[in-house]
């Protein structure tokens, strides 16, 4: 059973880079048959896809966020990266790693998520 979990400051400063780490335990993140993908979730609103990095090693950045967004792997410690630079209040929200099948674009595991406020 895939287990993921994030992991990362609680609290950034604007104009700051946020940035988490997703370890991946029971699964590889090099399997040809996911993609590991970053979401959040602002206060009151709804779930957005930020983006993923496929076991290839490939990335797909959200049009909205893609200036702003890196998203890396350490295959060493089944890890990988998210980082978000310039942040602003708007960017609070909690963040979630999770797992999607290249077979149907399904998300089949989730970390439990962290919030991260953007505060002086």
């Known amino acids: 059973q895939v287990q993921l979990q994030e992991s990362g400051p609680g609290l950034v400063k604007p104009s700051q880079t946020l940035s988490l780490t997703c370890t991946v335990s029971?699964?590889?993140?090099?399997?040809?048959?996911?993609?590991w993908i970053w979401i959040r979730q602002p206060p009151g609103k709804g779930l957005e896809m930020i983006g993923y990095?496929?076991?290839?090693?490939?990335?797909y950045y959200s049009p909205s966020l893609k200036s702003r967004t890196s998203i890396s792997r350490d295959t060493s410690k089944n890890q990988f990266t998210l980082q978000l630079s310039s942040v602003t209040p708007e960017d609070t929200a909690v963040y979630y790693c999770?797992?999607?099948?290249?077979?149907?674009?399904?998300?089949?595991?989730w970390g439990q998520g962290t919030q991260v406020t953007v505060s002086s």
């Open positions: 029971g699964g590889s993140i090099t399997g040809n048959s996911y993609y």
């Open positions: 990095i496929r076991y290839s090693g490939s990335t």
């Open positions: 999770a797992r999607g099948k290249s077979e149907d674009d399904s998300f089949d595991a």
